[in-house]
């Protein structure tokens, strides 16, 4: 007996959306995503649009408290906070004050809806009078003495409500200073997500405008890591981990695909991915000049995220994305 060649035809099971349907092996959710938001002080529902960041703005509390509100009603799980403080000095007065602008929001936010999960970006750049993620002295950014105002600062983050604190400084230990602030001081159920694996990345450029948070001086790349490196991602992973971090992120994460994929087989702990602003003004930017689809390239890439081994998503696109989603 003999059988013609069987060809493989992978087209068998493209031919319906049903069936492509059965046999798709990623799943983008709702439930994945974190929605970045900026507060920035002032009365009223004052909204500042972000010029590099077409669809996003600066909100005051009460206008992040309506913001909050619709994206709950989205299904969306979580808000990541960062602070615009009323002024800035040289010891990041406000990233730890107890009226400081985010801890007057994540109260507010917590009051409204105790559902939505309140993440907390921990850094002091935006704080500082000189725009860089620590303590400077002269041209240098010293690590040591960093790590208590950065202790201090998620500790001011938790004891105002918040659910997860995730330090995005990028100092040596600073996990460790974190925990161990937090658990002396009654916060020992409040996690902590590490931006374990972050670049010196030139797609952080349109978030600069957003959260005011330029360097006036040099970059950052003594503390950032080199965008060329893959093996020292894993020593920061594994360092982090060792140091307690309950779960860990990598950014950006277009130009760091690879990244993600080798984190998330290196490690059992949740993995975040931050699609940066750089990555979403080039995504508006093309659409605004009907270059790109935008919903099309929007789902493509946040499900290429997920496929690369995130299990979370921070995406300025997160409420059109749900939106989509819901639709379909
Ligand atoms: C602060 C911080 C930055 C981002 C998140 N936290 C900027 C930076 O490190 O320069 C970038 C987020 C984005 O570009 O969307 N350390
Ligand atoms: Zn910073």
């Given at each position: 007996m003999e059988y013609p060649l069987s060809l493989h035809r992978s087209r068998r099971l493209r031919g319906t959306p049903t069936l492509r349907g059965m046999v798709r092996e990623?799943?983008?959710?709702?439930?994945?995503?974190?929605?970045?938001?900026?507060?920035?002080?002032?009365?009223?529902?004052?909204?500042?649009?972000?010029s590099t960041m077409p669809g996003v703005a600066q909100l005051t509390v009460e206008a992040l408290r309506e913001e909050a509100g619709r994206i709950a009603a989205l299904g969306i799980p979580a808000v990541m906070l960062f602070g615009l403080p009323e002024s800035k000095d040289e010891k990041a007065s406000g990233a730890y004050a107890d009226d400081g602008i985010i801890q007057l929001a994540v109260r507010a936010l917590k009051a409204d809806n105790p559902d939505l999960l309140v993440f907390t970006d921990v850094c002091l750049c935006e704080y500082m009078s000189h725009g860089h993620c620590g303590i400077v002295e002269g041209d240098r950014i010293l690590n040591d003495p960093s790590l208590d105002l950065l202790a201090r600062t998620a500790v001011s983050h938790a004891a105002a409500g918040a659910d997860v604190v995730a330090p995005s400084d990028m100092m040596d230990g600073r996990v460790a200073a974190i925990r161990h602030a937090l658990d002396s001081q009654g916060f020992s159920d409040t996690p902590l997500l590490s931006y374990a694996v972050k670049y010196a990345s030139a797609m952080y450029g349109p978030f600069r405008e957003a959260a005011d948070s330029a360097p006036a001086f040099g970059d950052r790349r003594t503390y950032?890591?080199?965008?060329?490196?893959?093996?020292?991602?894993?020593?920061?992973?594994?360092?982090?981990?060792?140091?307690?971090?309950?779960?860990?992120?990598v950014k950006p994460a277009l130009p760091y695909l690879d990244i993600i994929r080798d984190v998330r087989e290196r490690t059992h702990l949740p993995v975040a991915a931050y699609n940066v602003s750089g990555e979403y003004a080039m995504v508006k930017a093309a659409a605004a000049n009907g270059w790109l689809d935008e919903r099309a390239s929007v789902l493509e890439i946040l499900t290429s995220i997920k496929r690369a081994g995130a299990d979370i998503i921070l995406t300025y696109h997160a409420k059109d994305a749900a939106r989509w989603l819901a639709e379909r």
């Open positions: 990623t799943a983008l959710s709702i439930s994945d995503f974190i929605d970045p938001l900026f507060v920035i002080t002032g009365a009223g529902r004052d909204r500042r649009p972000i950032q890591m080199d965008p060329a490196n893959r093996r020292e991602a894993f020593k920061e992973l594994e360092q982090d981990i060792a140091e307690g971090a309950d779960m860990v992120m």
